[in-house]
């Protein structure tokens, strides 16, 4: 730990997005907070807390600190108790950041200060000069700190640096919706006195667990910015819907204003307020009435309201389940070793009658492995006085424990037992859905729209949805969730945006079960997958594997056609080391979907009840499909499992997709750190650099698309995922594309394998036959290409030394006259009447026919079509002719004519052939008549 970031006591806004800022700027710098914080930034932590890369004060080793950056304060009494931190010995730097004009006592060694409305500005500035880029999250709460220090870009001390900060903070995608919830606007002297009479009359009541407040006040004349008073009213009172109304005197008329909010996604207000002559947005409306009994509207709208209230959210439906428990004696490391393995950020314990006896969390295992307590058990660290709730908790309650308690996970008990647990990552998941923070526009709300039932029905074949409907009652008779997933999802939703009438016929299909709030059985998708056998006998049911995959296959069905069909218990996997086959377990949905490869497949939608046709997207997948793009869930996807380099490039080809800016950089990485050579060295098997990966180069290779997605392999350095000297230069890409028309001229029919053929070429690339043969093999190629790949090099240097080389004029002349004297005197033909058919050949093209076959005969057709584009222009142009007309040439007579002619069978048959076809070849016979008569002269 030797660089740290310090805020001064009651951190605000700014002195947090400053600080979170540099610990992008600086690389592995922490972030300590020194005491306090302001209540709008202890709430935001309250849920974001876990986003940001803060640790404890008491965490720290202070002789371990090398550098320290200050932001937001230039004072040493502001930092507190830590400011003696700035006195030790080893510190070698104190860079400080701040945007205050005055001069402090802090003995810094850099200093940034600069007139600008936020300290955050000066990091913004900085970040861009870098060419470093943020999370939304990060974004969000620098944003934070530009708007609470300048109101929101008002106060004097503003500058146009502020707005540009802003500006490329809305670019990295900050949160306005979260911004909204915690900047506080300033008020005129009128409205401030409006809002606290406003707070005093508020009336309150709670229905469904939503807040619905109403506000009636009366004024002498119009009241302009009441909207601003009732968002403040909104922040200040934690208010799910609220009606404001504000009744004045119009030349003696009574009229009235009215303001309506509502933070209920499926609460419409423009709707409701339409029928009293108002509108607006869906959850910001107003309207102008003109009415002697406002009070009397003002309760008419409540009751509408209070019927219209969708039912909130209980954390049965929110909870993650199953639950990944220990038991109180797991050491400290051990219990490290399986947070790492699931990538969870705490664990719950229970004893042996499965009670539930405390959670402990990564800070709290880090603070005893920091300690050095890997060996002692979790019941000495782990948390005792729990907060948990039943499966009937509102949300709204689940959220005000969270923010109150500062507890980032809380335990569902039923009957005391652990029945799941809520996390702060569910919670902000749905607040973000709701809030409408994900669905950023029109286009995004009609994508889900379009996959909730009927109208997913209407998108599938009817035949397909049947299937599906059979499928989704066989499950729920058994107590199962049931979600088609992945790329289905992918197609339903894109063939859904590009053609709204046709059905689609997804010819593949992967299926999910879950066991709703417990682990389904690893049986639990083969036992569905036999269900469906009996209801369509036609189909072929496999079981694959330990984990009980079952697939159902129809080909060439008069209903189904070819048709794929995997059942699978939802999982959750682990990689024992780099380009590992997983090890895979049961768990929940979420899990199954979290450990796909791209956010676009980590789609699902539920087919059963309750909630069937719902579609489930907790990556942000819905977006990168609206966006094009390509993302990776997680930074060590690809240090994983190198295949999903190959399939980023495929989808991205395939679907006109981008690879998003980040997945990309990490795909860079993990080919640059060596990570998959190593594997490859430390282990016997890697099979996602084997078999694996040469499944990933048959789908690419083998595709229409070839061409464009070989090539963004290579600008990726992707093919050293094969071997770290292999890249596609000019001479190789020239190559592969020689070869594609050389397979399309020689091969029509496809009787070769040409995605093989691809590779092989692109491996006959690397400089030794040794590495060849080694690549090869390590892709389990067959054992023809192995020896092929084995014999090239000699057989290119054959080839060319037999073929690359012109006949001289004597020596075209001498055999012209040899062949055709030898012409002549077998058709009695005098000798200046007598042609020989390879004339040209041996005038225009310098070469003697049975000299290229004789040594091109030798070698089957795939080596041939490797050598015709591995080798020299001339040799390169034998090879064609040989491979389209020489090849192709037979002797007029076979076996059985010469058996019919009365030769006896047996060795001098291979004689006669042979000098019938040399003699073909040299143009001496023609026809089969010639052939007899050099018979008779030779062999009679």
């Known amino acids: 730990m030797t660089t740290l970031i310090l805020c001064h006591q009651t951190a605000d806004f700014d002195a947090l997005g400053a600080a979170v800022g540099l610990t992008r700027l600086y690389t592995g710098a922490k972030l300590v907070l020194t005491g306090g914080a302001h209540p709008g930034v202890k709430s935001f ?62 003995p810094a060694t850099v200093t940034h200060i600069d007139r600008v409305g936020a300290t955050s500005t000066l990091i913004v500035e900085a970040l861009i000069s870098e060419g470093v880029s943020l999370t939304p999250i990060e974004a969000t709460i620098m944003a934070l700190g530009i708007h609470t220090d300048t109101g929101s870009l008002t106060f004097p001390e503003t500058t146009s640096r502020d707005a540009k900060a802003l500006t490329w903070l809305m670019e990295q995608e900050a949160k306005v919706d979260i911004v909204a919830e915690y900047v506080e606007p300033t008020l005129s002297s009128t409205l401030r006195q409006i809002l606290s009479e406003a707070l005093e009359k508020i009336q309150t009541e709670t229905v469904q667990g939503y807040t619905l407040a109403s506000v009636y006040l009366e004024g002498n004349t119009f009241a302009a910015g009441l909207s601003t008073v009732a968002e403040r009213l909104m922040g200040m009172m934690e208010i799910d819907v609220l009606l404001f109304l504000h009744n004045y005197s119009h030349h003696n008329e009574h009229r009235s204003s009215l303001i309506a909010r509502s933070r209920l996604d499926r609460l419409d207000l423009n709707h409701l307020l339409t029928a009293y002559g108002g509108g607006g947005h869906k959850n910001a409306a107003s309207a102008n009435l003109k009415t002697a009994q406002p009070q009397a509207t003002l309760r008419e709208l409540l009751a509408t309201i209070k019927t219209q209230l969708p039912h909130p959210l209980t954390a049965r439906e929110l909870m993650s389940s199953p639950v990944r428990t220990i038991p109180p004696e797991t050491s400290i490391k ?10 969870h950020s705490g664990l719950s314990v229970v004893d042996e009658t499965h009670q539930l006896v405390g959670i402990i969390s990564r800070r709290d295992l880090d603070l005893a492995l920091h300690h050095g307590f890997g060996h002692a058990p979790v019941k ?63 286009d995004q709300q009609s994508l889900i729209a379009a996959c909730l039932l009927p109208n997913f029905k209407r998108k599938l074949n009817p035949v397909l949805w049947k299937l599906l409907s059979q499928a989704a009652t066989e499950a729920e008779k058994r107590g199962l969730s049931l979600y088609i997933v992945g790329g289905a999802v992918r197609d339903i939703i894109l063939g859904s945006k590009i053609d709204q009438d046709s059905p689609l016929f997804l010819p593949d299909i992967d299926l999910v079960v879950d066991g709703f709030h417990q682990t389904a059985t690893v ?26 995959t079952a697939a159902l296959l129809w080909h060439n069905h008069p209903e189904f056609g070819s048709l794929w069909v995997d059942i699978a218990t939802a999982r959750t996997e682990f990689y024992p080391y780099p380009a590992a086959n997983p090890e895979v377990e049961a768990s929940s949905i979420r899990q199954d979907l979290y450990r796909r490869d ?68 990490y795909i860079r990485y993990a080919i640059a750190s060596g990570v998959y050579d190593r594997s490859r060295a430390e282990n016997r098997k890697a099979p996602a650099l084997q078999t694996r990966l040469k499944a990933e180069l048959k789908y690419i290779l083998e595709a229409p698309y070839w061409k464009p997605a070989l090539k963004l392999l290579s600008d990726l350095s992707a093919l050293k995922c094969l071997h770290p000297k292999l890249e596609l230069n000019e001479q190789l890409w020239w190559e592969v594309r020689l070869l594609g028309r050389s397979l399309n001229r020689f091969d029509p029919k496809q009787t070769l394998t040409h995605w093989q053929m691809r590779l092989e070429l692109m491996i006959a690339a690397l400089p030794t036959t040794e590495e060849r043969v080694f690549v090869a093999k390590q892709l389990e190629l067959s054992n023809d290409s192995v020896k092929r790949l084995e014999q090239l090099e000699t057989a290119q240097l054959t080839v060319e030394k037999h073929l690359s080389s012109d006949l001289s004029e004597e020596a075209k002349l001498q055999i012209y006259e040899t062949l055709k004297a030898a012409r002549s005197r077998l058709l009695n033909l005098p000798l200046q009447d007598t042609k020989i058919s390879i004339e040209n050949i041996l005038f225009q093209e310098n070469y003697r026919p049975q000299t290229v076959v004789n040594v091109l005969r030798n070698y089957k057709q795939p080596m041939l079509v490797l050598l015709a584009v591995k080798t020299s222009r001339q040799v390169r142009r034998r090879l064609w002719q040989y491979l389209t007309h020489w090849s192709h040439l037979s002797a007029p007579l076979n076996g059985n004519d010469l058996k019919a002619l009365g030769y006896k069978p047996g060795p001098q048959y291979r004689e006669i052939l042979e000098s019938l076809f040399d003699a073909t070849l040299d143009g001496i016979i023609q026809n089969p008549e010639e052939a007899k008569q050099f018979l008779q002269r030779w062999y009679s």
């Open 380 to 442: 000495g660290y782990m948390s005792r006085n729990l907060k948990t709730i039943t499966p009937e908790t509102l949300l709204p309650d689940i959220e005000t424990l969270m923010v109150t308690y500062d507890v980032g996970r809380l335990p569902v008990l039923e009957n005391n037992q652990l029945l799941g647990i809520v996390t702060r990552t569910d919670v902000l998941r749905q607040l973000h859905q709701d809030r409408g923070i994900d669905n950023k526009d029109q």
């Open 45 to 106: 932590l309250g849920l974001y807390r876990d986003e940001i890369n803060v640790i404890e004060q008491r965490s720290v080793h202070p002789e371990a600190i090398k550098t320290l950056l200050v932001v937001d304060t230039q004072q040493r009494d502001r930092l507190g108790t830590i400011q003696t931190w700035l006195d030790l010995p080893q510190i070698k730097q104190v860079i400080l950041y701040d945007h205050h004009p005055f001069a402090g006592d802090i």
């Open 334 to 343: 051990e219990a490290q070793r399986i947070l790492f393995r699931y990538g």
């Open 523 to 548: 049986g639990a998708g083969v036992e569905l997958a036999k269900a469906l056998q009996k209801a369509y006998p036609p189909v072929r049911l496999e079981v694959h594997g330990e984990f009980q």
């Open 598 to 665: 791209f956010t676009i497949n980590a789609l699902a939608i539920r087919l059963t009840s309750p909630k069937s046709g719902e579609l489930l997207d907790f990556f942000g997948g819905l977006v990168d499909l609206r966006s094009r793009l390509i993302r990776v869930l997680h930074a060590n996807s690809f240090i994983e499992d190198p295949t999903r380099i190959y399939r980023a490039v495929k989808f991205a080809v395939r679907l006109g997709f981008q690879i998003e800016a980040q997945t990309e950089d």
